[in-house]
Nanobody, 119 residues
Framework: VQLQESGPGLVKPSQTLSLTCTVS??????????WMWIRQPPGKGLEWLGAIRSSGSSYYSPSLKNRASISRDTFKNQFSLQLTSVTPEDTAVYFC????????????WGQGTQVTVSS
């Protein structure tokens, strides 16, 4: 299973950040797994941002204050993150990952993509 993040490396403050995670064809986003977005700001630890279940239900970290939206395209085997009204505090390496149905194991990760919020 392979996951690959894609998106702009630079976003201006107040704009919307859009990232996509493409999942290799031997694992479908419609299986019983859940699909996660995680980030790591410079010099800090990992921060869970949100998830989308196989049912299509999505969940978000309260710290994002309703700025996040996660969706999926099962035909393209992709899931996406949109983060609105970004600030420099959203600068981080963003990762996508696959999780077990109970979210206890994150077994596959993308390599991560650097996103910098700056004017």
């Amino acid at each position: 299973v392979q996951l690959q993040e894609s998106g702009p490396g630079l976003v201006k403050p107040s704009q919307t950040l859009s990232l996509t995670c493409t999942v290799s064809s031997d694992s479908s986003t419609s299986t019983s797994h859940s699909w996660m977005w995680i980030r790591q700001p410079p010099g800090k630890g990992l921060e869970w941002l949100g998830a989308i279940r196989s049912s299509g239900s999505s969940y978000y970290s309260p710290s994002l204050k309703n700025r996040a939206s996660i969706s999926r395209d099962t035909f393209k085997n992709q899931f996406s993150l949109q983060l609105t009204s970004v600030t420099p505090e959203d600068t981080a390496v963003y990762f996508c990952a696959r999780a077990s149905p109970d979210w206890g194991l994150y077994d596959y990760w993308g390599q991560g993509t650097q996103v910098t919020v700056s004017s």
